[in-house]
């Protein structure tokens, strides 16, 4: 298989996986349920093949809140927890850095407060301690009269943290949704839905899940009424409980779609001063303008909120992320919010100065050709960002990719072979990340995650061995030796007057989506692009097109019009999601796109377009047509066009830009084959300098003009007028 450089990146659009044929059922859950036809036919691709079972979907009435204490070690849990308030026992929670962390943390140390214990949390430094449970800080616990540890979204695996905590005499407690060894950690109570034993019916709880089925069984437990008790859980801390699963990707399905999809309702009615802080303050820009309070999905949450509790652990510390969690003051929140929306703001900053430099070092360093996992090391990278980074340079390139850090190195010094370096990872599916690791496990001080996401840690002196080896592993287990495309999965294929505002409120219903419940993706062929606008100083393009006649905004997020591969006036295809743009209180269905393509027709017309225009030029053709040969006012006005963008510092530009340029300029007449030779023709007559650079990407220069220039001095316009005569014979 030949996989160069001009190939990375391409995207395979396929049917998600699962998709249903529809049969006509689509038509009857339409007509039953009231919602557009297209809805319908999606509910039935996804497998609900009747009005009632969309309908019980719909309606969340297919989730049911387990009991909490099905949940292996539950009740130990709860009775060690109820003694240890009575008897005014120090409690630490010990958690992790991330969003679920902190969300645990934050709605077990509320609970546990309201109910008067001595209560405190312990968040390691990602930096400084890594993930995971330490032996020192257990110590310091210790030392501190701390009697009592409650994990939470950690500890499954902290088999010798725990034991140091219980020869310091204190309980343990583990709260975790994490993969299990074989046998738990020797704690007092081990509550995890993934242990082998426990008889749990949903094991994707996240660990703040996890924490809330703790608290609903403490409550369950101290309550006469148990739907009163787990009515109350729910008021008070679904919205965290939502905050934490969606960021850590569980699967929007079972109990967990009932909690968030509460939860998010929770949160849209401002109830919590924290995360109303939050909401306010990642509105405010940098300008000091506030946009709109959006309306609140799994969506805003993952792209909005998540990243800025996330960046406190990733750059400073995850404790100021609890703070804002746990603080009764709105002065004070305010104040953590807007400092979460700056760390945010330096960690973007860092992730693209990282970018930046590894795209350039993989486009001078990486054998395209030869080796499908990029791997590149450098001093200096934050450890806090470098997995970010690895996920862009995958969706990039389309390739398996690992950064790896020296941070903290003494830069005065010389670099030496036992330099320890962080590295981050993410694969694509055909190459699981962690056996990639096993195999290279020899050249490996640490390594852990999963099939597309793995961390590890490795010497500066076995980085080159580990380029190698990883990459004869991945050539060994990879169909001809290189990773399938980058897949983006669609549920159906749409036409143009399908995209109505009814039915972007009809997928409204689907919510919340996530992973189990997908955001539905569509694609449609053939469509009309009226017009390509640059968004955000060119950040973001804007592409407006025709749906059924009418004009639709479809946006394309962090691609410049430049890199859009279409043109106003001509046809595209899209791959794309449907969301609704409420503005000044205007309501209109809009596109945001995941991927745009020449339309297949086009593609082909402009195959033929180039192959007839290379048999005039050549001489094989018989004859020339009318549209094909360029008469003066044509050349003028491809002329006129060259040196205006000559002189703007433009001299690299496209055929296809070219030719919408002049289609823009009312020069419609003008086509692939007369622009091509008009350019043949300037040239000729020492009116342009161009270079071909491939792919109909022109280098140009518009040299000073002469006082006048004779296009009869032109042989190739000779030639192509001798051949339109002998057409017209």
Not at 327 to 342: F, G, K, Q, Y
Request: charge should be negative; hydrophobic fraction near 40%.
């Amino acid at each position: 298989m030949s996989y160069t450089k001009d190939k990375v990146g391409e995207k395979l659009w396929a049917f998600r996986e699962g998709v249903l044929p529809d049969n006509g059922e689509g038509r009857e859950i339409s007509r039953e349920l009231g919602v557009t036809e297209a809805f319908g036919r999606l509910m039935s691709l996804r497998g609900y093949k009747t009005p009632e079972s969309a309908a019980a979907f719909l309606r969340v009435e297919d989730g049911v809140m387990h009991d909490p204490f099905l949940l292996s070690d539950m009740d130990k849990a709860v009775e060690i927890a109820e003694q240890a308030i009575a008897d005014g026992t120090g409690i630490m929670i010990y958690g992790d850095y991330d969003v679920d962390g902190v969300t645990s943390v934050s709605i077990l140390q509320l609970y546990l407060q309201s109910r008067g214990a001595r209560v405190d949390h312990y968040i390691p430094d990602r930096l400084g301690e890594g993930y995971g449970m330490s032996c020192a800080a257990i110590e310091k616990m210790a030392e501190d009269g701390v009697g009592m540890i409650i994990t939470v979204d950690t500890g499954i695996t902290a088999d010798e943290e725990i034991s140091a905590a219980k020869a310091a005499g204190m309980k343990v407690i583990v709260t975790d949704h994490h993969e299990c060894r074989a046998t738990v950690p020797p704690a007092d109570a081990v509550v995890n839905p993934r242990r082998p034993d426990c008889p749990y019916p949903f094991k994707s709880l996240a660990g703040v899940g996890v924490v809330f089925k703790f608290i609903c069984a403490a409550e369950m437990r101290r309550s006469a009424d148990k739907q009163a008790a787990l009515a109350r859980v729910c008021h008070e801390y679904a919205d965290l409980v939502a905050l934490g699963t969606v960021a850590d990707v569980m699967p929007l399905v079972d109990e967990n779609r009932l909690i968030v999809k509460y939860g998010l309702a929770r949160m849209q009615k401002g109830d919590r001063m924290a995360i109303s802080a939050l909401i306010a303050a990642s509105m405010r820009r940098p300008d000091g303008k506030v946009a709109r309070a959006p309306r609140i999905s799994s969506g805003f949450i993952g792209f909005t909120l998540a990243p800025r509790i996330n960046a406190a652990g990733r750059i400073t510390k995850a404790s100021l992320a609890a703070e804002l969690f746990l603080t009764d003051s709105r002065i004070r929140a305010d104040e953590l919010a807007a400092e979460l929306c700056e760390t945010n703001r330096f960690r973007q900053s860092e992730e693209n100065k990282i970018a930046t430099a590894a795209y350039q070092r993989i486009e001078n360093e990486h054998d395209f050709e030869r080796d499908p996992v990029i791997v590149i090391d450098d001093d200096g990278w934050h450890h806090g960002v470098i997995g970010i980074v690895a996920s862009r340079i995958t969706e990039k390139y389309g390739l398996p990719s690992i950064l790896v850090s020296y941070e903290g190195r003494n830069s005065a010094e010389p670099a030496l072979g036992t330099d320890m370096g962080k590295g981050s990872g993410r694969s694509v599916k055909g190459l699981n990340l962690v056996d990639a690791l096993v195999h290279c496990g020899d050249l490996l001080e640490k390594y852990g995650g999963h099939e597309l996401a793995a961390g590890l840690s490795i010497r500066r002196g076995n980085v080159d061995a580990f380029r190698k080896k990883i990459n004869e592993y991945a050539r060994s287990v990879l169909t001809d030796g290189m990773p399938v495309q980058c897949t983006l999965d669609y549920d159906m294929e749409l036409k143009g007057e399908e995209i109505t505002l009814a039915f972007a409120d009809d997928l409204r219903l689907l919510e919340p989506c996530g992973i189990g419940n997908p955001v539905p993706c569509f694609i449609m062929r053939d469509v009309p692009v009226c017009d390509v606008i640059p968004v955000s100083a060119g950040k973001h393009s804007k592409l407006v097109v025709s749906c059924g006649g009418r004009e639709v905004t479809a946006m394309f997020f962090s691609r410049s019009p430049a890199s859009v591969p279409v043109f106003g006036g001509e046809k595209a295809d899209l791959l794309f999601t449907v969301d609704i743009n409420e503005y000044n209180g205007v309501r209109s269905v809009q596109l945001v796109c995941k991927d745009v393509r020449p339309a297949e027709a086009d593609a082909m017309r402009r195959k033929e377009e180039r192959e007839r225009f290379e048999a005039l030029r050549t001489g094989s053709a018989e004859y020339a047509l009318a549209s094909e040969v360029p008469d003066r006012g044509d050349i003028s006005a491809v002329y006129t066009l060259l040196r205006r963008e000559s002189r703007m510092g433009n001299g690299e530009m496209s055929i296809r830009a070219i030719l919408a340029l002049l289609s823009d300029g009312g020069n419609d007449s003008i086509g692939y084959i007369k622009l091509r030779f008009s350019i043949l023709i300037l040239r000729e007559l020492d009116l342009l300098a161009v270079e071909e650079q491939g792919g109909d990407l022109l280098d140009f220069r518009v040299p000073p003009a002469p006082a006048k220039t004779d296009l009869e001095r032109s042989g190739i316009l000779r030639r192509l007028r001798a051949m339109r005569k002998r057409e017209q014979i």
